[in-house]
């Protein structure tokens, strides 16, 4: 890392804030609720939900519920990398080469792939460029007592995976949404917090 590179840009940054006077938008709230469409009717609360199993009229066991694939198997870097990385339309194909054919959404799916083009997935979380974030950094931080500094249980007292700290209920969402604010000042809520106390200095996200 070139520090005296770092602060010059940063330097750089605040004036140029400065002078356009939109150092309210470091701390206002324009990504909460955030939901665009996708080019797939992709619903995580159908592929990593809670299964709910109900009996048809044909006296059959079907899941009208999720599949409870875990964000891991499609999210495969969170733990390795600073990004969390999207699935390759390969890893769906794992199971939609013969499962959902029926299924409009799935067809759609199926198209891209043999036309050999990626889904033109949209972006739902996106920061400026002039922000540093790191997934691992975060999923990886431990207790002295090794446990991890993220908590795992949610305000109900419920088990939860890391994701939620950040991401919400994705496994109950049909559409992905943005739910916390996502600006600065929610980033340096959290770091101040007593009990994860994270480093707060400007160059710890602007390098
Ligand atoms: C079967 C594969 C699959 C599983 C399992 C899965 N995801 Fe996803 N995820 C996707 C795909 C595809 C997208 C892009 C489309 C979308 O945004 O809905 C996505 C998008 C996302 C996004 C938004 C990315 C962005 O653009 O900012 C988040 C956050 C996310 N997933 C979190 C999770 C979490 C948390 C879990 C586990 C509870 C999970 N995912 C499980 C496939 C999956
Ligand atoms: C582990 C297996 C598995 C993987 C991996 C998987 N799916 Fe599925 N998916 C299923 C099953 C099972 C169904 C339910 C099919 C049905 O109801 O006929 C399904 C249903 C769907 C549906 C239709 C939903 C509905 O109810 O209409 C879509 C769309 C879909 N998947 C997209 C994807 C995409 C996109 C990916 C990759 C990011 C993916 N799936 C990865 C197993 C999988
Ligand atoms: C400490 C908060 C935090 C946690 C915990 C977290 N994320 Fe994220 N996630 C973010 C931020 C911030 C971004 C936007 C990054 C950017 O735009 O540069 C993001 C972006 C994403 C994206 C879009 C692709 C990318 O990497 O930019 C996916 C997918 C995603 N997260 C999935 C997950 C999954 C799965 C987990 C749990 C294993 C998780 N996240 C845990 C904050 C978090
Ligand atoms: C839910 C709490 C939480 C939120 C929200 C959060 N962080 Fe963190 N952050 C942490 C924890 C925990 C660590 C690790 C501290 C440690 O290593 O002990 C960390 C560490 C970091 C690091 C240091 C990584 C390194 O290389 O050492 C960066 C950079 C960072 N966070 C950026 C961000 C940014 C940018 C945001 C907002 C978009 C954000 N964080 C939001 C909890 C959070
Ligand atoms: C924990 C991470 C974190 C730390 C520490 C941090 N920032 Fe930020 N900063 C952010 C995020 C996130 C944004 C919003 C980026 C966006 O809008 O996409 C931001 C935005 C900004 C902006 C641009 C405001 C605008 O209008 O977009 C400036 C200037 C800035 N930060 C300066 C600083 C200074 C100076 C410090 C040290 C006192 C600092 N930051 C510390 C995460 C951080």
């Known amino acids: 890392m070139n520090g005296r590179r ?84 390969a890893v769906c194909m794992n199971c939609h080469t013969n499962v959902g054919l029926n299924r409009e959404w799935v067809l759609k799916m199926k198209a891209f792939w043999d036309r050999g083009e990626p889904i033109p997935w949209v972006k739902v979380h996106d920061l400026a460029d002039f922000v540093y974030f790191d997934h691992s950094a975060h999923l990886n931080a431990k207790n002295a007592d090794g446990t991890s500094k993220l908590p795992l249980v949610d305000a109900a007292g419920q088990p939860m995976v890391a994701c939620q700290n950040c991401h919400g209920k994705v496994q109950e969402m049909d559409i992905v949404s943005v739910q916390q604010p996502f600006n600065m000042q929610w980033c340096l809520d959290c770091h101040r917090k007593p009990e994860i106390r994270a480093s707060t200095d400007c160059i710890t996200c602007h390098r």
């Open 6 to 89: 770092s602060s010059a840009r940063l330097i750089t940054l605040v004036i140029a804030v400065a002078l356009t006077g939109a150092l309210g938008y470091a701390f206002s709230n324009v990504r909460q609720g955030y939901e665009p469409r996708q080019p797939i009717a992709f619903s995580h609360k159908r592929m990593a939900g809670v299964p709910v199993m109900q009996t048809n009229d044909r006296g059959e066991q079907v899941n009208v519920g999720g599949f409870g694939i875990p964000c891991l198997y499609c999210h495969t870097m969170p733990y390795k990398g600073r990004h969390a990385t999207l699935p390759s339309t």
